[in-house]
């Protein structure tokens, strides 16, 4: 009888979920609320567009139905609405300084503030709805994120965990907003969090997965961009080539006059509502010449990947849209700056195919030139050559396109980065490589459900809390949370294998009262130098007063340090 009852011992053991499954398991849920945080989001934009301006056909379509002074209008009102939040957003008390999702993955404490998250998504609203030249995935991954900071808070996680499931958020919010579950996981393990550790990725793809399945089962899914079937001849990758190399040389040109209009707006000292109604005046100001520079250009990319523009109307188009984007995201306007980038490498890649046919005839049609300048501008902007690479092939689902994607890819961020070593994301990147894990603290990984016993308990508890919890040491303390020492599982054994009455309070001489603890205000380095000595999983964390607050995990502490690492 006692051989089968150990071995049900041992299998329900085994089968105990470890803290790092348990966090899989979260990560699952966030990428659920993630899908459904964005989805809300996506819903209620097109709800609102369509009370406006009685269309559901986009911003492009509502844009041409207008008369001239409301399509001048609109884009000024929006700014204007959209500076008004932004002032109400900053009056609010900031409990953390860390107040944007990329910031919140690698600085502080994982924190998201609910009330500022929300004003940022409603500002982000205001400047969408009114034809700004910018991309709605901004809210949409900050509201995914958001969800995973709520989770992690509710859950009491420490911060390297409340970090990641914050990350698996956006990754949620990527996969939700681009179709794209590798490539929305691989966007925040590359550019965010500059690490592609399987701990992290793990967890980042099954947010995106959980995320995608989500979307399938409640709107179903398709590819965002419809393009024909392309398969670009051998002469195609010369082609691809110099493709590659010109998005390298001209990616930086344009993130450099994204620069100057912020510098341009940044010293105007006009109130900040002022400045963003400016910024939409202009966009409407260059409608009137072109309704295709409202929104994030989703409509006419689609069109260019389906080879509909001529190249004098992809010129002027180009031109008109870069002007937008500079006056949107230069006046301060919060939004997402991806889907903009992706327009100018369609259109950059739909001209360099019309231009290359004259020299190759059929080599490079022009829906895979645009495919492959929406990739090649895209990782010479954000410096991520795979995740760009990833994001065109799910985005588009046209495979013939990939080899020749891949090399200019590639090359564009090859020569991107040697002209202009900051990505679009320099400020996140930057302020990563600031955030030195040595000036955190245990208290920032201290989790508080610590398995403890008392003097007193029985030898039958001492074994039940060691294999609940498959824990190598059970912390003992007294009535007061007063931290006494450890038992450790290999002494009780030993017990165990000896005759004693289970009912019998443990002896005093498992005591180990030398086990080794650590302060709440001990740096990490120091809380590193005593896992060196200690071959255990977790430690015991002590307040001032020596009662037990809880303890930390050597994953957590690893996680921690794990991205300083990679940076370095």
């Given at each position: ?16 979920p ?5 966090t ?37 379509e509502?844009a041409?139905?207008?008369s ?19 002032v ?8 953390t300084?860390?107040?944007d ?13 609910v ?25 949409m ?10 989770v ?82 051998g002469?195609?990758?010369?082609a ?6 010109l ?16 510098a ?5 000292r ?24 409202w ?57 360099f ?24 501008f895209?990782?010479?902007?954000t410096?991520?050559?795979?995740t ?31 002209i ?27 989790r508080?459900?610590s ?18 919890s498959r ?8 009535a ?17 294998k ?5 009912g ?36 015991p ?22 991205d ?5």
């Amino acid at each position: 009888m006692k051989k089968p009852l150990e071995f049900a011992v041992v299998l329900l053991e085994r089968l105990r979920p470890s803290d790092w499954q348990r966090t899989l398991a979260w990560a699952a849920l966030v990428g659920f609320t993630g899908a459904l945080a964005t989805l809300g989001f996506r819903i209620a934009l097109g709800a609102v567009e369509t009370l406006l301006y009685g269309t559901a056909g986009g911003l492009v379509e509502a844009a041409e139905s207008l008369s001239w002074w409301h399509r001048l209008v609109a884009p000024a009102v929006g700014g204007l609405l959209a500076g008004l939040v932004l002032v109400a957003l900053r009056r609010l008390p900031q409990r953390t300084p860390h107040g944007d999702y990329m910031e919140a993955t690698v600085l502080g404490r994982g924190d998201l503030p609910v009330a500022s998250s929300l004003l940022r998504a409603l500002s982000s609203a205001c400047s969408v709805i009114g034809g700004g030249a910018i991309g709605r995935e901004g809210p949409m991954v900050q509201l995914a994120a958001l969800t995973g900071s709520v989770v992690a808070r509710w859950l009491g996680m420490p911060v390297p965990r409340r970090r990641l499931l914050v990350a698996c958020g956006a990754a949620a919010g990527l996969a939700t907003a681009y179709g794209a579950p590798i490539a929305g996981a691989l966007f925040i393990a590359e550019i965010v969090l500059q690490s592609l550790a399987t701990e992290t990725l793990a967890a980042l793809l099954i947010a995106s997965v959980c995320a995608h399945a989500t979307v399938a089962a409640l709107v179903g899914t398709q590819p965002l961009y419809t393009m024909p079937p392309v398969s670009p001849t051998g002469a195609a990758l010369g082609a691809c080539g110099v493709l590659g190399f010109l998005a390298g040389v001209c990616a930086p040109v344009y993130l450099g006059l994204l620069d100057l209009s912020k510098a341009a707006f940044a010293a105007w000292r006009v109130p900040l509502p002022l400045k963003l109604a400016a910024g939409g005046l202009a966009v409407g100001l260059l409608s009137l010449q072109a309704p295709q520079v409202w929104g994030n250009g989703f409509s006419v990319v689609n069109g260019i990947l389906q080879g509909h523009w001529v190249w004098q109307g992809l010129v002027i188009v180009l031109a008109l849209k870069l002007a937008a984007v500079a006056a949107t995201t230069g006046s301060g306007a919060v939004g997402g700056i991806f889907t903009p980038t992706l327009f100018v490498g369609a259109a950059s890649g739909g001209l360099f195919a019309l231009a290359a046919d004259a020299f190759w005839p059929g080599a490079l049609p022009v829906p895979a030139g645009a495919a492959i300048g929406m990739g090649a501008f895209l990782a010479a902007s954000t410096h991520a050559p795979l995740t760009s690479i990833l994001m065109i092939f799910e985005m588009t689902e046209n495979y013939g396109i990939v080899a020749p994607l891949m090399l200019a890819c590639v090359l564009a961020f090859s020569f991107s980065r040697l002209i202009r070593p900051d990505s679009i994301y320099a400020s996140s990147q930057r302020a990563k490589a600031v955030a030195d894990p040595r000036v955190a603290t245990a208290r920032d990984l201290v989790r508080d459900e610590s398995i403890t016993v008392v003097p007193g308990d029985s030898i039958e508890a001492v074994e039940q809390r060691l294999v609940e919890s498959r824990w190598r040491h059970v912390y003992v303390v007294d009535a007061g949370r007063v931290f006494l020492g450890a038992i450790a599982m290999h002494d009780l054994v030993g017990l165990l294998k000896e005759a004693h009455d289970a009912g019998a309070p443990w002896p005093p001489q498992l005591l180990q009262s030398g086990y080794p603890r650590l302060a709440m205000d001990m740096p990490l380095w120091e809380v590193l130098r005593v896992f060196e000595d200690h071959p255990g999983e977790r430690l015991p964390v002590l307040d001032a007063a020596g009662r037990l607050a809880g303890h930390i995990a050597k994953t957590d502490l690893v996680l921690m340090l794990r991205d300083q690492v990679a940076v370095a």
